[in-house]
């Protein structure tokens, strides 16, 4: 077992008898039936294949779920469509949870409290709840014993709904044509098939050689007649201005339920009516030269033959929980701590001017404090950018790149560090994220998605920068803000912070809060959202570049990035 504790099992029958006593037989008369035996489950963790997700609700009162011996963990079940739910009941082994929250969502995205508690009984707990919604979690953030945490059974009773309350996405995963599509260097297999996957960093986009041509439309197969009730489309640039929406029972002849000719592009949302397997955007007028070209096209209503998408990571609360930290408290001269960091080595990007080294630039200074320390130090055999007041192609500064990919990743929560930044003509000192999928599917930036949280560039001594980049906004046109602190940057520690979740991001300075993303107007002005996964930390203290520019006469160096301490909350 790993070395891990083994607690001792119940035999098969003994435990049935257990958790028969446990289970209330019948539910309180204003509940409606079990709504949640046997539907897709999926949870943080499993202890081990014995002890799966679906063990807590197959009706079977001699199996059960139990998870790894920590925390947090968390269990979630799809109910298949939207229904009011009116009770829940829990019948706890006895590795019980202490303190839970109970929550309720459409879409698996945005969350509805609907029971939070931390004086957990254990045995089996009803829960008399009022909520509306597809999906019912349990977040687990307290064990009752030193094991992990053990269902017998995680039941729901409710009343599914009726009419367009219970919309499903249909058509996620599901087959589609096009009139044509894109398969080149600037949209390589750009088909079908990326409209309905759900990542919103992947396009369907028509042919460069015959497609930016009118018409131009793209379908989806339902798998089965659905009634249809809403559709989003998430546009690239190149969006139709005239469109229909088209269902059809035969993928041949197709009835319109909506039309429009001014379409605007970004995110549309719209509610119609119409009954098919099949559906399509057919568009009629382009928006520019080029085609036509969709990051999503979905589809919500009943009936079809809807796949269920991987559950998306549950939002934090904030302040939240620390999960993970470097406080940067080892003996002087020594590097950072190789199970939290790695070094990134070689020249930079951007046209920056500096050689990252293996650490050297990278040094506890014995008093709580990480230095990157940028400095005037040539590295033979390297190339860089040419640096103006050398003259030379040879890399003539180094400096300092950490990142923690391979050591620790997360979604959502609170990221903060406490940093002094350097400041002279030509550094540009970061604390930012990159989405893991960089290096864990090669992704290119900025379908990654980028978080920048503190960017300071030294010809604005007194201003900070938080940033957003993706697919459609990035560069000199990332969504972002500036901040001006009324003082030099470089003065003093401050603590700059980002709260992060399904549907916003607020960035802060010493607490204060200046700027804040919601991801529905993000999505319908600017466009995707894509940072529904995980990401890494980086910290670096960069010289020259395209934003900052190169250092000049008047540049002092050494120039030092002194970190304080970095922290994440879930």
């Not at 008369?29 to 079990?34: F, M, N, Q, T, V």
């Not at 269902?151 to 599914?160: C, H, I």
């Not at 008047?554 to 994440?568: H, K």
Request: proline letters at 7%.
């Amino acid at each position: 077992m790993s070395g891990r504790l083994q607690r001792g099992r119940l035999p098969l029958l003994a435990a049935a008898v257990v958790a028969a006593a446990l289970i209330v037989p019948v539910q309180a008369s204003a509940a409606g039936p079990l709504i949640s035996q046997n539907r897709p489950v999926t949870a943080s963790s499993s202890e081990n294949a014995a002890f799966g997700a679906a063990a807590a609700v197959d009706g079977d009162l001699g199996t059960r779920w139990s998870s790894a011996f920590s925390d947090p963990q968390w269990i979630q079940i799809d109910l298949g469509s939207s229904a009011r739910v009116d009770q829940v009941v829990l019948a706890w082994e006895s590795a019980s949870a202490r303190a839970y929250t109970l929550s309720i969502s459409a879409d698996g995205t945005s969350w509805q409290e609907l029971r939070r508690t931390t004086t957990g009984p254990g045995g089996t707990e009803t829960l008399p709840v009022a909520g509306t919604g597809r999906y019912v979690r349990l977040d687990l953030t307290q064990r009752a014993t030193q094991w992990g945490y053990s269902l017998w059974e995680f039941q729901v009773f409710g009343t599914r709904d009726g009419g367009t309350g219970g919309e499903t996405l249909l058509s996620y995963g599901k087959t589609g044509a096009a009139s044509t599509f894109q398969d080149d260097a600037n949209c390589g297999g750009c088909t079908p098939a990326k409209a309905f996957d759900r990542d919103p960093a992947t396009r369907w986009a028509t042919s460069a050689t015959n497609g930016w041509v009118d018409p131009g439309w793209i379908s989806v197969d339902l798998g089965a007649t659905a009634q249809i009730s809403k559709v989003v489309l998430q546009w690239d640039p190149a969006f139709a201005t005239a469109y229909r929406i088209e269902v059809s029972d035969n993928n041949s002849s197709w009835r319109e339920i909506y039309s429009t000719t001014a379409g605007r592009g970004f995110k549309e949302t719209l509610t119609v009516s119409g009954t098919g397997r099949y559906v399509r955007v057919y568009g009629t007028a382009r928006s520019n030269g080029y085609g036509y070209s969709l990051w999503e096209f979905q589809v919500y209503g009943t009936g079809g033959a809807p796949i269920t998408p991987p559950p998306l990571p549950p939002n934090p609360s904030f302040p939240g929980r620390l999960v993970w930290s470097d406080e940067f408290n080892a003996p002087a001269g020594t590097g950072p701590d190789a199970s939290k960091w790695q070094p990134e080595i070689g020249p930079g990007v951007n046209n920056e001017l500096q050689y990252y080294t293996n650490n050297n630039n990278a040094r506890h200074d014995g008093n709580g404090n990480l230095v990157l320390q940028a400095r005037r130090e040539v590295t033979p055999g390297s190339a860089c950018p040419v640096d103006p007041v050398s003259g030379s192609g040879t890399c003539q500064y180094t400096s300092a790149r950490l990142n923690t990919y391979g050591k620790f990743t997360f979604t959502y929560g609170r990221v903060e560090a406490r940093i002094k930044v350097s400041s002279t003509q030509g550094l540009w000192p970061a604390f930012w994220m990159l989405g893991a999928d960089f290096f864990d599917q090669r992704r290119p930036w900025p379908y990654t998605g980028e978080i920048d949280i503190m960017e300071h560039v030294g010809k604005e001594p007194n201003r900070v920068y938080s940033t957003l980049h993706a697919p459609q906004y990035f560069g000199a046109g990332g969504y972002g803000s500036p901040l001006d602190l009324g003082a030099p940057a470089s003065s003093a520690f401050r603590t700059f912070a980002v709260e992060w979740d399904s549907s916003h991001m607020t960035f802060s300075v010493d607490g204060n809060r200046f700027f804040t993303v919601d991801r529905n107007v993000l999505e319908t002005t600017r466009g995707p959202w894509v940072y529904d996964h995980p990401f890494f930390i980086i910290i670096n203290n960069a010289v020259g570049g395209d934003w900052p520019g190169p250092p000049g006469a008047g540049t002092q160096l050494p120039q030092d990035m002194v970190l304080d301490y970095v922290r994440v909350y879930q």
